[in-house]
């Protein structure tokens, strides 16, 4: 059972940036990951995902140019890069890992087999 720890939320002013980070209990490093996140009252979204290797990552359009997702597989964690925020950025943001070893940056939830609790991000105008 891999847990799963995101810290770096916050309250901020739009355009500022924070660095959220994820860090899993055990070696993930064959494993896609991922952020998605959740805006009270809207279905949770995906946010970015990166491959085992960090050779590919994927991005939504709302964040392509804004936000930056890498990876450090000897700490077992994932960063996300967030700069020029915006209100509609605001929401909880959620780390997964992806069930199979080696998989896709898919955007589907149902792909991602362990989550974390989330870190809240609040973005004011």
């Known amino acids: 059972q891999v847990q799963l720890g995101e810290s770096g939320g916050g309250l901020v002013q739009a355009g500022d940036s924070l660095r959220l980070s994820c860090v899993a209990s055990?070696?993930?490093?064959?494993?896609?990951m991922a952020w998605f996140r959740q805006a009270p009252g809207k279905e949770q979204e995906f946010v970015a995902a990166?491959?085992?290797?960090?050779?590919?990552?994927a991005y939504t359009d709302a964040v392509k140019g804004r936000f930056a997702l890498s990876r450090d597989n000897s700490k077992n964690t994932t960063y996300l890069q967030m700069n020029n925020l915006r209100p509609d950025d605001t929401a909880l943001y959620v780390c997964?890992?992806?069930?199979?070893?080696?998989?896709?940056?898919?955007?589907?939830?149902?792909?991602?087999?362990?989550w974390g609790p989330g870190t809240q991000v609040v973005v004011s105008s």
């Open positions: 055990q070696r993930v490093c064959r494993f896609t």
């Open positions: 997964g890992v992806h069930a199979m070893p080696w998989g896709a940056t898919t955007r589907n939830p149902r792909d991602y087999k362990y």
């Open positions: 990166i491959n085992w290797r960090a050779t590919h990552t």
